[in-house]
């Protein structure tokens, strides 16, 4: 199982940026997927989660109604678009698919593999 995320970066507070995850060595279709974040000092928390039928969405309540999460299965990836972003957003951003398959709901940590790709920094400041 691999992960590669990008699209991070340094943002304007109230900007946006669009993060990428390309997924690859498991049946992609069949699992959801997360997206976590961790700022330093932190523990890695979640952001949101999109079910293996990507109809259902699922959001921490400090990102809803700013950021969406969503999944091109022919491509095996998953994006999160973030908009309106805050200072408290800045974070090492990681994607993760859930331990099970053909499952919905919110993905905490715990239930990602325990492997983690390198992740993707995304800095928001003046």
């Known amino acids: 199982v691999q992960v590669v995320e990008s699209g991070g970066g340094l943002v304007q507070p109230g900007g946006s940026l669009k993060l990428s995850c390309v997924a690859s060595?498991?049946?992609?279709?069949?699992?959801?997927m997360g997206w976590f974040r961790q700022a330093p000092g932190k523990e890695r928390e979640f952001v949101a989660s999109?079910?293996?039928?990507?109809?259902?969405?699922y959001y921490a309540d400090s990102v809803k109604g700013r950021f969406t999460i969503s999944r091109d299965n022919a491509k095996n990836t998953v994006s999160l678009q973030m908009n309106s972003l805050k200072p408290e957003d800045t974070a090492v951003y990681y994607c993760?698919?859930?331990?099970?398959?053909?499952?919905?709901?919110?993905?905490?940590?715990?239930?990602?593999?325990?492997?983690w790709g390198q992740g993707t920094q995304v800095t928001v400041s003046q």
């Open positions: 993760n698919r859930h331990r099970d398959m053909y499952t919905y709901g919110l993905m905490s940590p715990r239930l990602a593999l325990d492997s």
């Open positions: 060595g498991f049946s992609f279709s069949t699992y959801a």
């Open positions: 999109i079910s293996w039928r990507s109809g259902n969405t």
